[in-house]
């Protein structure tokens, strides 16, 4: 059984850093598709950062390109979402999603307030 753990949300100003973690654990991961989605109050999930868990190049939403990075440690596998010149509009709650044999796995989310 594919899990998926996040961790490394919390409150942090207007311009301010966070770096949220995905544990992954259940499977011997190859090459599988992983992405981050957020979803704020009243919003629908939308897709923040994709691509594949062992590197390759990686897509970004707009709305982030130049300030979120996506980062691995594919010793455990672990994977990351570096945040930077966070905004208000960024707030959300945070997931982690892999892809294993055609089947969705999500990680329980991690918060992000970003706020003054």
């Known amino acids: 059984q594919v899990q998926l753990v996040e961790s490394g949300g919390g409150l942090v100003q207007p311009g301010g850093s966070l770096r949220l973690s995905c544990a992954a654990s259940?499977?011997?991961?190859?090459?599988?598709?992983m992405a981050w989605y957020r979803q704020a109050p009243g919003k629908e999930r939308e897709m923040v950062a994709a691509?594949?868990?062992?590197?390759?190049?990686?897509y970004y939403v707009d709305s982030v390109k130049g300030r979120f990075t996506v980062l691995r440690d594919t010793n455990h596998p672990i994977l990351y979402l570096q945040m930077d010149n966070l905004k208000p509009e960024d707030a959300a709650l945070y997931y982690c999603?892999?892809?294993?044999?055609?089947?969705?796995?999500w990680g329980q989310g991690t918060q992000v307030t970003v706020s003054s």
């Open positions: 999603n892999t892809v294993v044999q055609d089947t969705d796995y």
């Open positions: 691509g594949r868990w062992f590197g390759g190049s990686d």
């Open positions: 259940g499977v011997t991961f190859k090459n599988h598709d």
